[in-house]
């Protein structure tokens, strides 16, 4: 709950308050300034939002009420009953109204992402790529494709840069992904966009270092290179410049810099659950193969005047979580120039899983590793048995892929706690979505491997005692090392 917003709820509060002890018509005009007053700043200041709808509508029914018994107050005769019951209504009033108020305020909050702990400010950029002769592997025909990417990167600030204007959350990705998922209107997360990062747009690209090594992200199925804002942030503090990709035949929502905005046509629930199905991930591989050759050319020169000769080409690791975990796995298989690969929370499939890899690699997963009860089996189109099938596969292919399948440094860090969405954003946008953890702990945890794993076999860093420690920390995480190669 944002400062003016607290305090107009504690002011109606009292105000209500008011007429159930029969105040001076005096103090009730001066709560009614008093709110109008704040509503003002409120509005002004933080922006209106719906989960304030409550307050809102109180402040005029109160205005009006208020004004009816300043003109009438002299002529009003009241019997003892009708006081009662009046005073029994406004207690009622005054109970509803603290739940209604602060409970939306509360529950569905204006957020701002944790704090990045690495030594570099963040800048962000936007890129809109176009592939004129790409063969799509998910598509028959040769079509004109195009991908949108985010790019978060270590940032310099120079004293003469006045003010500094850290980037609202990305509501406009955020509310058509949710829209795409859940069917829900979009006007619903209008309020996201109140929402804080910690990055600047389009700010210098920092010169402590003449290039940075490169981290790809792949988004989950149904979802938007926005889904894990608070993790590309960290990477880029730690001296990455990290690139996320919109996969079209997947993404959930796009917006194009010419405001065109394309939903997916895929059903929200339509991912086959058969790790021999190979298309759709080798064509988000192709994506990222696409992206590179795309950062090749920005390297050599970048229009806005960011990256030329920032990018080192040279050093490259991938991410992702949940489907983006799977193209990961495909894409460290499919392009020599990704030198290795986190999965997080997402199930291997074909080739890989019969394949296997021969560059270093880290499994992040929950322990419950994609599980579905036979009510989110419903909206699938598999059988409960089909389901189980699947489930207890991927379980055997993560395992066996971790003992000796990848044949390479192979690492895998086990939550006990959350659940799969826990890995991205979604849980700021309400601590009923945290599973009781704490989140930004969480994330904490699974950044500081990420780092780490990176900084050695990305970065070329020495090996952090991290990396080589097997943990058991209560009932929050597992971590397991199996170092294949010396």
Known sequence: MRLFEGVLIFVHIAWLFSFSLKADAKIKISANIAAFALLTLHLVAEGYRWQMAVTYTLFVVLTVVTIMLYFRRKDKTENRKKRKAQKLLYALLLILYAFGSVAPATLIPVFQLPKPTGSFEVGM???HLLEESRTNAALPE?????LMIQIWYPAEINDNI??????????AEWAGTMEF???TPRFFFDYLKYGRTNSIQDIAVSNQHDRYPILLFSHGFGSTRMQSFSQMEELASHGYIVVSVDHMIDA???????GREVMSKADAYSYSFTIEDERNVRARSEDMTFVLDQLTVLNEWDPKGLFTGKLDMERIGILGHSYGGSTAAQSLLDDARILAGVNIDGPLHEPVAS??????????LNKDYLDLDDEEIKYTSITPEQF?????????LADYHFREGIRADTYQLIFNAGDHYSFSDFPFLSPLLSKGIDIEEFHQVMNRYIVAYFNHYVMNDEIDPLLLKEEHVNQFYDYEANKKRN
């Open 388 to 396: 189980r099938q699947y489930h207890s596969q991927i379980k055997k």
């Open 355 to 364: 394949k296997g890899l021969e560059r270093p690699f880290m499994f992040i």
């Open 142 to 146: 040769r079509v004109r494709k195009e």
């Open 162 to 171: 006045q003010p500094i204007r850290y980037q609202s959350f990305p509501y």
């Open 125 to 127: 950029s936007s890129r």
């Open 181 to 183: 998922l859940f069917s």
């Open 252 to 258: 959930a929502f796009t917006q194009f810099p010419d």
